[in-house]
């Protein structure tokens, strides 16, 4: 051991360290959570206290220890607020943050004036020539570079760090290495859990990938305008998409990217075996796999899953911006900060006795002239508390946000809540918004024209959107508590690299609601040990009789627990077709393996299943959410219904009864909260919305349409605590619950569910008949309409709304040959456009084509 290490290893456990950090916490905490406590000699730090920290944080930032580095950083940033105009800081956090590699908060830290000591200018020019980031502006912090340095020696490799570590940044700069490298030679897949991040990871490739042989996709179809140029591609896909790519003839994949890769481990999404699935095509394809998660410390447990070596794999726990972590509970009437040692500093507070004053009031003087991310869980909490919150603040007068005030009216409805928010500079973010609104929330917010964001989950699923303080005010995703991985995903949303050195994670006890921090004493462990345990995988430790479970799946035999939730029902179900797929194809997999080693029986379940199976493996490989069986039983039919020539109510109707009869909907698709069909009646609304979606109707004719059928029919919706109520047109709150279930179908229900069972209802016919099918009713519900021109457009990048303008007004500037987009006159299409009538058209055509 060095002789700094030495001195270190003494630091970290010396007693007046311990009490200098607990005091300058207090000072922080309390400034924050009370304002209005005055200063006082206990809320001061001495000079000689204010000197000796700064020369601990100088130690402790030489170290390679993780945990002393993490430590040095937090001392700077406790200090700065109170000491950021002092010379004597700004020189001690220069040279900490240099030390660090930390090059983004050395910016904030000295207020952006230079240093000069040479000790720390040298660091600075070397660290800033051996790391920089390819091709970009910005320099490795030395926990990045530390990755991209591996990453360049490996041929498959998985890395984990805090959520605010730069997990896409490290991409972004490998993928340029590659193509700097390999001479623009490759295509590359980054593959993500949601449709909700397609756009946003897009639109970044764009403004950093500058090769122009590379042309950025999120559709897996190439189209034949950039086929015949001789193109290279980075895909942007889910898994579903990719599975698609992989099973069609389409381009050579080299690299493959998977961010967010800890959904891969979840024993209850329903997406998790598709996304597992989809990996394991690409494995028997050679492709090459890169993994990155948040703060999972075996972070070598993707490789194990595709049988990659262990070594290629680097768990990180420095942190590029430090938290802080409160507990505000306004039920029992206590504040409290968790100090770093473990200890709990109480801060006198205000309470109000009323959930919505509670809140109301914490964002106002804690979230004081910061911006601020709530997290609600439901999304019926999310909607009331920012609009509670908005209720209490005058308008703000944005050009901004009156243009997306103006947006959400025509293109939404004039009575939804989202409107009364944002006049405030409030807004609330969530899965079933239009990906079209949401991204522009998530813009504003950026551009600080957004204050306030209310939001559900959608944070966990990587939509990159810090700010300095999130209250969260639930310790439970759905009805789920969070896992640590879940919790310090969304905390780690807290702070801003290149904005703050810090954020705030304050816990919020507003109310008595189940979830809701209900039983401090367990709950807060998660908070308080800043710790993630080890991730497992199911599929490796057979945990809740997972395998077995899967053969008594396979068999249609009971479970072995009667207490089993319908999205575990349906991961062990798919996971069943997944492996029925290795067995037909003769695949080595760990799930193969193990399914055969822990079930006596479990070779001749699978040998069953070949001899009983005549479905193509072709059909099975892109039907893994649809039982074997179902698909035998179809191809065995004597005559099928063919799919309807005319897209009609009727006709979709008549197509979604057959789907329900041919697939057992009444038994696969009944149960859990959100069910695909409960029963038959709901098919007459999902062919209300079918016809209006594929006839390319835009989303507030398909708004009105679906409030008509209920008003006409008379239809109930469910409310809170899911109480069903006559549907009442002239009632706010039914027709903004039914707005948002129009956006959530149409998403969840006719571009997921349905689009599947009808893609594996045309394979099928196909099969059966030997023939191609004129009428591609899976395209049609994907890109939402039947004009091959509009589905061109949209594979070539452009979102669904532009690409129907497009076609109406703007289709002399493409070139068409048969069915197909062969050329494309971008200045025709800039020149001619019309800004003043279709102004936020033109904002998304300038981003979309870098303009």
Same mark, same amino acid.
């Given at each position: 051991?060095?002789?700094?290490?030495?001195?270190?290893?003494?630091?970290?456990?010396?007693?007046?360290?311990?009490?200098?950090?607990?005091?300058?916490?207090?000072?922080?905490?309390?400034?924050?959570?009370?304002?209005?406590?005055?200063?006082?000699?206990?809320?001061?730090?001495?000079?000689?206290?204010?000197?000796?920290?700064?020369?601990?944080?100088?130690?402790?930032?030489?170290?390679?220890?993780?945990?002393?580095?993490?430590?040095?950083?937090?001392?700077?940033?406790?200090?700065?607020?109170?000491?950021?105009?002092?010379?004597?800081?700004?020189?001690?956090?220069?040279?900490?943050?240099?030390?660090?590699?930390?090059?983004?908060?050395?910016?904030?830290?000295?207020?952006?004036?230079?240093?000069?000591?040479?000790?720390?200018?040298?660091?600075?020019?070397?660290?800033?020539?051996?790391?920089?980031?390819?091709?970009?502006?910005?320099?490795?912090?030395?926990?990045?570079?530390?990755?991209?340095?591996?990453?360049?020696?490996?041929?498959?490799?998985?890395?984990?760090?805090?959520?605010?570590?730069?997990?896409?940044?490290?991409?972004?700069?490998?993928?340029?290495?590659?193509?700097?490298?390999?001479?623009?030679?490759?295509?590359?897949?980054?593959?993500?859990?949601?449709?909700?991040?397609?756009?946003?990871?897009?639109?970044?490739?764009?403004?950093?990938?500058?090769?122009?042989?590379?042309?950025?996709?999120?559709?897996?179809?190439?189209?034949?305008?950039?086929?015949?140029?001789?193109?290279?591609?980075?895909?942007?896909?889910?898994?579903?998409?990719?599975?698609?790519?992989?099973?069609?003839?389409?381009?050579?994949?080299?690299?493959?990217?998977?961010?967010?890769?800890?959904?891969?481990?979840?024993?209850?999404?329903?997406?998790?075996?598709?996304?597992?699935?989809?990996?394991?095509?690409?494995?028997?394809?050679?492709?090459?796999?890169?993994?990155?998660?948040?703060?999972?410390?075996?972070?070598?447990?993707?490789?194990?899953?595709?049988?990659?070596?262990?070594?290629?794999?680097?768990?990180?726990?420095?942190?590029?911006?430090?938290?802080?972590?409160?507990?505000?509970?306004?039920?029992?009437?206590?504040?409290?900060?968790?100090?770093?040692?473990?200890?709990?500093?109480?801060?006198?507070?205000?309470?109000?006795?009323?959930?919505?004053?509670?809140?109301?009031?914490?964002?106002?003087?804690?979230?004081?002239?910061?911006?601020?991310?709530?997290?609600?869980?439901?999304?019926?909490?999310?909607?009331?508390?920012?609009?509670?919150?908005?209720?209490?603040?005058?308008?703000?007068?944005?050009?901004?946000?009156?243009?997306?005030?103006?947006?959400?009216?025509?293109?939404?409805?004039?009575?939804?809540?989202?409107?009364?928010?944002?006049?405030?500079?409030?807004?609330?973010?969530?899965?079933?918004?239009?990906?079209?609104?949401?991204?522009?929330?998530?813009?504003?917010?950026?551009?600080?024209?957004?204050?306030?964001?209310?939001?559900?989950?959608?944070?966990?699923?990587?939509?990159?959107?810090?700010?300095?303080?999130?209250?969260?005010?639930?310790?439970?995703?759905?009805?789920?508590?969070?896992?640590?991985?879940?919790?310090?995903?969304?905390?780690?949303?807290?702070?801003?690299?290149?904005?703050?050195?810090?954020?705030?994670?304050?816990?919020?006890?507003?109310?008595?609601?189940?979830?809701?921090?209900?039983?401090?004493?367990?709950?807060?462990?998660?908070?308080?040990?800043?710790?993630?345990?080890?991730?497992?995988?199911?599929?490796?430790?057979?945990?809740?009789?997972?395998?077995?479970?899967?053969?008594?799946?396979?068999?249609?035999?009971?479970?072995?627990?009667?207490?089993?939730?319908?999205?575990?029902?349906?991961?062990?179900?798919?996971?069943?077709?997944?492996?029925?797929?290795?067995?037909?194809?003769?695949?080595?997999?760990?799930?193969?393996?193990?399914?055969?080693?822990?079930?006596?029986?479990?070779?001749?379940?699978?040998?069953?299943?070949?001899?009983?199976?005549?479905?193509?493996?072709?059909?099975?490989?892109?039907?893994?959410?649809?039982?074997?069986?179902?698909? =035998?039983?179809? $191809?065995?039919? %004597?005559?099928?219904?063919? +799919?309807?020539?005319?897209? @009609?109510? /009727? &006709?979709?109707?008549? #197509?979604?009864?057959?789907?329900?009869?041919?697939?057992?909907?009444?038994?696969?698709?009944?149960?859990?909260?959100?069910?695909?069909?409960?029963?038959?009646?709901?098919?007459?609304?999902?062919?209300?919305?079918?016809?209006?979606?594929?006839?390319?109707?835009?989303?507030?004719?398909?708004?009105?349409?679906?409030?008509?059928?209920?008003?006409?029919?008379?239809?109930?919706?469910?409310?809170?605590?899911?109480?069903?109520?006559?549907?009442?047109?002239?009632?706010?709150?039914?027709?903004?619950?039914?707005?948002?279930?129009?956006?959530?179908?149409?998403?969840?229900?006719?571009?997921?569910?349905?689009?599947?069972?009808?893609?594996?209802?045309?394979?099928?016919?196909?099969?059966?008949? =030997?023939?191609? $099918?004129?009428? %591609?009713?899976?395209?049609? +519900?994907?890109?939402?309409? @039947?004009? /091959? &021109?509009?589905?061109? #457009?949209?594979?070539?990048?452009?979102?669904?709304?532009?690409?129907?303008?497009?076609?109406?007004?703007?289709?002399?500037?493409?070139?068409?040959?048969?069915?197909?987009?062969?050329?494309?006159?971008?200045?025709?299409?800039?020149?001619?456009?019309?800004?003043?009538?279709?102004?936020?058209?033109?904002?998304?055509?300038?981003?979309?084509?870098?303009?």
């Amino acid at each position: 051991m060095t002789f700094i290490e030495e001195l270190v290893k003494k630091a970290l456990s010396d007693e007046y360290l311990k009490n200098l950090i607990y005091k300058i916490e207090s000072i922080y905490g309390s400034a924050l959570i009370n304002p209005f406590i005055s200063d006082n000699l206990a809320n001061t730090l001495s000079v000689k206290e204010y000197s000796d920290l700064l020369r601990f944080s100088d130690i402790l930032c030489r170290s390679q220890n993780a945990i002393a580095r993490n430590l040095s950083f937090k001392i700077i940033s406790l200090l700065f607020d109170r000491y950021r105009e002092d010379k004597e800081f700004q020189i001690h956090a220069a040279s900490v943050l240099t030390k660090l590699g930390n090059f983004p908060s050395l910016k904030i830290a000295t207020r952006d004036q230079k240093v000069n000591i040479d000790e720390v200018v040298l660091d600075e020019i070397i660290k800033k020539t051996i790391q920089a980031a390819p091709d970009s502006e910005y320099v490795f912090t030395d926990s990045q570079y530390e990755v991209f340095e591996r990453m360049k020696e490996c041929n498959h490799f998985s890395f984990s760090g805090p959520t605010s570590f730069g997990k896409s940044f490290i991409f972004e700069s490998f993928i340029k290495h590659i193509i700097q490298e390999r001479n623009a030679s490759d295509n590359i897949v980054i593959l993500v859990p949601t449709r909700a991040l397609i756009n946003q990871v897009s639109q970044k490739l764009k403004k950093e990938i500058k090769n122009t042989r590379y042309k950025i996709l999120s559709h897996p179809v190439v189209p034949p305008l950039y086929r015949k140029k001789d193109n290279r591609f980075i895909f942007v896909f889910t898994p579903e998409r990719l599975i698609a790519y992989l099973t069609a003839d389409n381009p050579v994949i080299s690299f493959l990217f998977v961010d967010e890769a800890h959904k891969l481990l979840s024993e209850d999404d329903t997406r998790a075996p598709i996304f597992y699935h989809a990996l394991t095509l690409a494995k028997r394809k050679s492709i090459k796999l890169f993994f990155a998660s948040p703060n999972i410390p075996n972070t070598e447990i993707f490789l194990q899953l595709f049988g990659n070596s262990t070594k290629e794999s680097l768990a990180i726990t420095e942190s590029a911006v430090a938290q802080n972590r409160f507990f505000v509970d306004c039920i029992d009437k206590r504040a409290v900060m968790f100090s770093e040692y473990g200890e709990e500093i109480s801060i006198p507070y205000v309470y109000h006795n009323d959930d919505i004053k509670d809140l109301n009031y914490a964002i106002k003087v804690i979230g004081r002239s910061v911006q601020n991310i709530i997290y609600c869980n439901t999304i019926e909490d999310t909607i009331n508390y920012a609009l509670n919150y908005s209720s209490e603040l005058p308008n703000k007068n944005n050009d901004d946000l009156e243009a997306l005030i103006k947006l959400i009216e025509t293109s939404m409805h004039v009575d939804y809540y989202l409107l009364d928010c944002l006049r405030k500079g409030v807004a609330f973010h969530f899965g079933g918004l239009p990906q079209r609104i949401r991204e522009k929330i998530e813009i504003l917010f950026r551009e600080k024209i957004i204050d306030h964001i209310f939001c559900t989950s959608t944070l966990l699923e990587g939509v990159n959107l810090p700010a300095k303080n999130i209250f969260i005010l639930s310790n439970s995703i759905g009805l789920r508590k969070f896992s640590d991985i879940d919790f310090w995903n969304l905390a780690g949303r807290a702070g801003r690299l290149t904005i703050d050195l810090s954020g705030n994670i304050i816990c919020m006890r507003v109310s008595e609601k189940r979830n809701c921090w209900g039983n401090p004493a367990k709950d807060l462990q998660i908070v308080k040990e800043k710790k993630v345990k080890k991730a497992s995988s199911q599929l490796m430790t057979n945990n809740g009789n997972f395998y077995k479970n899967i053969e008594n799946s396979l068999d249609e035999k009971s479970f072995t627990r009667m207490q089993i939730s319908e999205n575990e029902r349906m991961v062990l179900n798919s996971y069943g077709s997944i492996l029925a797929y290795h067995n037909i194809i003769k695949t080595d997999s760990i799930l193969k393996s193990n399914f055969i080693e822990k079930n006596v029986d479990g070779q001749k379940v699978l040998n069953k299943l070949v001899i009983s199976n005549h479905v193509p493996e072709e059909i099975l490989a892109q039907s893994v959410t649809i039982k074997i069986k179902y698909q =035998n039983k179809i $191809l065995a039919q %004597n005559q099928l219904i063919s +799919l309807p020539k005319q897209v @009609t109510y /009727s &006709a979709c109707l008549q #197509l979604l009864n057959a789907l329900y009869d041919f697939y057992n909907w009444g038994k696969e698709e009944s149960g859990g909260k959100k069910p695909l069909a409960k029963n038959r009646n709901v098919l007459s609304y999902y062919a209300v919305l079918m016809n209006s979606w594929i006839n390319s109707k835009p989303l507030s004719v398909i708004i009105l349409a679906a409030i008509k059928d209920f008003d006409e029919n008379g239809r109930s919706i469910l409310l809170k605590n899911h109480i069903p109520e006559i549907f009442n047109k002239n009632n706010r709150v039914h027709v903004n619950k039914l707005i948002n279930n129009v956006i959530y179908d149409i998403e969840n229900i006719m571009r997921f569910k349905v689009k599947n069972y009808v893609t594996n209802y045309s394979l099928l016919i196909e099969t059966k008949y =030997n023939a191609v $099918l004129k009428y %591609n009713w899976s395209d049609y +519900l994907e890109y939402g309409t @039947t004009d /091959s &021109a509009v589905i061109d #457009l949209q594979n070539l990048g452009f979102p669904r709304h532009l690409a129907t303008l497009l076609k109406k007004n703007y289709l002399d500037c493409f070139e068409i040959e048969g069915d197909s987009i062969i050329d494309f006159f971008e200045t025709e299409l800039k020149n001619s456009f019309d800004r003043n009538e279709y102004p936020e058209e033109f904002l998304e055509l300038q981003e979309i084509l870098e303009w």
